[in-house]
């Protein structure tokens, strides 16, 4: 089992750059496929994007292909998502998210606010 903890996000501007931190508690992080997650006002709860447990292997949605990366380093248990070049609509609480395989995610973050202002 892992427990997943969220320092805050916080307000940027258009075409910032933000980084989200998710460290871990708990056994065997680097088992773990992380993923993120983000949810709008309104709006359901959409993928960001996922890395693999070795690094090896990343895959974003769409929307933020180009412009968010994921990273990970095991040793100190924590995954990250650096966003460029934000944009509005990129406002949402941001999730991140731990499970054995990419189809099912079973450990979740509290979540945080990034708000992008235009």
């Known amino acids: 089992q892992v427990q997943l903890v969220e320092p805050g996000g916080g307000l940027v501007q258009a075409g910032g750059s933000l980084r989200l931190s998710c460290p871990a508690s708990?056994?065997?992080?680097?088992?773990?496929?992380m993923g993120w997650f983000r949810q709008a006002p309104g709006k359901e709860r959409e993928f960001v994007g996922r890395i693999s447990w070795t690094s090896s292997s990343t895959y974003y949605a769409d929307s933020v292909k180009g412009r968010f990366t994921i990273s990970r380093d095991n040793a100190k248990n924590t995954v990250y998502l650096q966003m460029n070049s934000v944009k509005p609509e990129d406002t949402a609480v941001y999730y991140c998210?731990?499970?054995?395989?990419?189809?099912?995610?079973?450990?979740w973050g509290q979540g945080t606010q990034v708000t992008v202002s235009s």
């Open positions: 998210a731990a499970g054995d395989t990419s189809l099912k995610y079973d450990y």
């Open positions: 708990g056994r065997a992080f680097s088992s773990y496929v």
